[in-house]
C-alpha cells in the first residue's frame, strides 16, 4: 500500500541544501513517522511550533528543538518547518546544545535564536541558518574524529571498515568507536550511513535516478536505501523528491 497523498501544505516549495557532512532542509514538514537519525538535528517550526515525541521526554510542543543522534523519534508538525543536520566532525558540532535555553534527557529546547533562525529560513538564506544555529566560536572537535568523519565523507561508497578508519587516523579500533561516541555523538556506522545519504543526494543534484544515485553511493540495493532512508527521516526519498523538493549544492565552507 502507497503511502497517503501529502497534505496541501506539501505544495509549498521544499529546498535541501548540502555541503560536505552538513545539510539543511527548509519546505513543508511532510508528515514524517516515527524515525532515528545519524546525526545531530535542529528542528524548527517555521510559521508554528510542532510537537516533538520520544521515549525519554514523552510529546513536548515546542518552536525548537535539537535532536540527539541515535534517538527514535517524531516531528507532528502542519506548517514548514526547517531542519539543520550538523556533521559531528564539525567544529561547530558541539556549539549547538548550549545555545538552546532548556535541556533535558539529552534534548535542547528554545534556541536563543528562534526569531533569527526564522527570518534565514524565510530569507533561504542557508549559510545563515548554519551560523545562527551553532554560534561564532566554534568548539574544538578531535582532530582525530574530524579526520575520520573527512575519510568517509571522500569517498562514502568505498567499504572502508572501523579497522582501516582507525588505522588511517592512527587509533585503535576500540579508541576510534569510544570517541565517535563520546565526541561525535553517533557510531561509526551510523556516520557511514549519513555520508552515503549525502552523496546520493549530491548525485541526484546532478542529475542521476534514485537507483543509480543509491549504487554509486554504497548502498548494497535499492530496497537497502530506501528502508535506511526511511528508517532515518521519517519518509521514503520518493516521497521527498515527489513534494517537489530542490536540492542545492552549497558553495564553500560555511561552517568554518
Known amino acids: 500500500m502507497g503511502a497517503p497523498p501529502l497534505p496541501k501544505t506539501c505544495r509549498i516549495s521544499a529546498t535541501v541544501w548540502l555541503w560536505a557532512g552538513h545539510a539543511v532542509y527548509c519546505g513543508p514538514s511532510l508528515r514524517l513517522d516515527r524515525h532515528c537519525g545519524s546525526v545531530l538535528c535542529l528542528a ?4 508554528a511550533p510542532f510537537t516533538v515525541r520520544a521515549d525519554a521526554i514523552g510529546a ?6 535539537l535532536i540527539p543522534a541515535r ?7 502542519d506548517t514548514r518547518m526547517l531542519f539543520c543536520y550538523i556533521d559531528p566532525g564539525s567544529p561547530k558540532s558541539a556549539a549547538c546544545l548550549p545555545r538552546m535555553t532548556e535541556t533535558s534527557e539529552g534534548f535542547g529546547f528554545a534556541h536563543a535564536e528562534e526569531p533569527a533562525l ?3 529560513a524565510d530569507n533561504n538564506d542557508p549559510a545563515e541558518i548554519l551560523h545562527l544555529a551553532c554560534g561564532p566560536s566554534p568548539r574544538p572537535v578531535d582532530p582525530r574524529v574530524a579526520a575520520a568523519t573527512a575519510i568517509l565523507c571522500a569517498d562514502p561508497a568505498r567499504p572502508v571498515t572501523a579497522d582501516q578508519l582507525a588505522a588511517a587516523v592512527h587509533l585503535s579500533k576500540s579508541r576510534l568507536l569510544h570517541l565517535f561516541s563520546t565526541h561525535a555523538g553517533t557510531t ?3 556516520y557511514r550511513v549519513w555520508a552515503r545519504m549525502l552523496a546520493v543526494g549530491r548525485a541526484i543534484s546532478e542529475g542521476a535516478d534514485l537507483t543509480t544515485a543509491a549504487t ?4 548494497a540495493s535499492p530496497s537497502h536505501f530506501s528502508d535506511t532512508f526511511h528508517a532515518m ?3 521514503t526519498a520518493t516521497a521527498l523528491l ?3 523538493t530542490h536540492i542545492v549544492i552549497a558553495d564553500g565552507d560555511v561552517m568554518r
Open 44 to 47: 524548527v517550526g517555521l510559521d
Open 60 to 65: 513536548r510542543t515546542v518552536r525548537s528543538a
Open 71 to 77: 534517538t527514535p523519534h517524531q516531528i507532528v508538525a
Open 118 to 120: 526564522i527570518r534565514a
Open 188 to 190: 561509526f556506522r551510523r
Open 216 to 219: 554509486r553511493a554504497g548502498f
Open 233 to 235: 527521516f521519517g519518509l
Open 242 to 244: 515527489n513534494a517537489g
